[in-house]
């Protein structure tokens, strides 16, 4: 192969990944900006994993209608988990522990979704999202 066949080819590869990660986040941004709002009450359990930081996995409780966000194919929501700041990330696993649900309820996560597909777009506790509840009990504590 020529040099000059070598770089066409290199420089396309490099415009097809951007293409493709500037369309799965450009997906995800219109899902948030222009989907319909929606609140599932959620049991959340907080874990940590290397590579992806500081997140809330959680089970939607109640069932979510299928015109609403289609499941995948083994019947699973394509979306199980909140990302949170790692500063707020200890308290939320001490306040999402099975051990302590008996001291928050109405636990719910907000979804933005459209065409089938949904975006997380908050969790809250309450009236407050999480990071305002623990910031709250981080003051009274």
Known sequence: ??????????FALIIVTF??????????YMIVA??????????????YDVFRGRYVTFRVSGSVPDDVIKKD?????????????????KD???L???????EIDNVYITVKAKNGKGVVTG????????????????VNN
Do not use: C, H
Request: cysteine-free; charged content about 25%; proline content about 4%.
């Open 96 to 102: 999402t522990s099975w051990s302590n649900r008996d």
């Open 34 to 47: 222009t989907g319909n709002e929606y609140k599932f009450n959620v049991e959340p359990v907080d874990p």
């Open 123 to 138: 969790m809250y506790v309450g009236n407050q999202t999480i990071e305002e509840y623990i910031l709250a009990n981080r």
């Open 73 to 89: 194919k083994y019947g699973s929501l394509p979306f199980d988990r909140y990302y949170i700041d790692e500063d707020f990330a």
């Open 19 to 28: 293409f493709v990660l500037f369309n799965a986040a450009y997906s995800n």
């Open 1 to 10: 192969m020529s040099k000059s066949i070598k770089l066409i080819a290199v």
């Open 92 to 94: 939320a696993e001490r």
